[in-house]
């Protein structure tokens, strides 16, 4: 199936993408839903990504994993970076940013309620779910 997630880029745009999310029936994931990892590279630019919390409860981001240490380095990434603890001390987000719901182990799609706490916290209106 498709999910839409949020992804915010460097230069401010915001926009929904679909990925595809469909059930493993294997020993990792036994039934469990999981994304395609190539979407998710495709969309970062990158070949290894890293999990971020927020300062939001449950939501985390998927990013670049080696994003500051590329020739050249990924764009910072403002927006994003004010959702990161981190920032206040001078580690902040960049390249693009994947939005996800994080529980337990696995990763989900935001429910309506991280959307809406996600448009507090940014201080910009989300654009609208396809």
Known sequence: MK????VI???????????????????IYEGDYAYE?????????CDCVEQVSL????VVILIDES???????????????????GYAFGDDIVGPAIFF?????????????DVAKLSLCL???LPANK
């Open 9 to 27: 880029y460097p230069s401010g745009k915001l926009e929904w993408v679909e990925l595809d999310y469909n059930r493993r029936y294997d020993d």
């Open 123 to 125: 201080g910009v209106p």
């Open 67 to 85: 994003g500051k240490i590329k020739e050249p380095a990924q764009e910072h990434n403002e927006l994003v970076s004010r959702l990161y603890g």
């Open 55 to 58: 300062q939001i409860p449950g």
């Open 101 to 113: 719901r994080r529980e337990g182990p696995n990763l989900c799609p935001l429910q309506p309620v």
């Open 37 to 45: 990892l190539d979407q998710i590279y495709r969309i970062i630019g």
């Open 3 to 6: 999910v839409e997630h949020l």
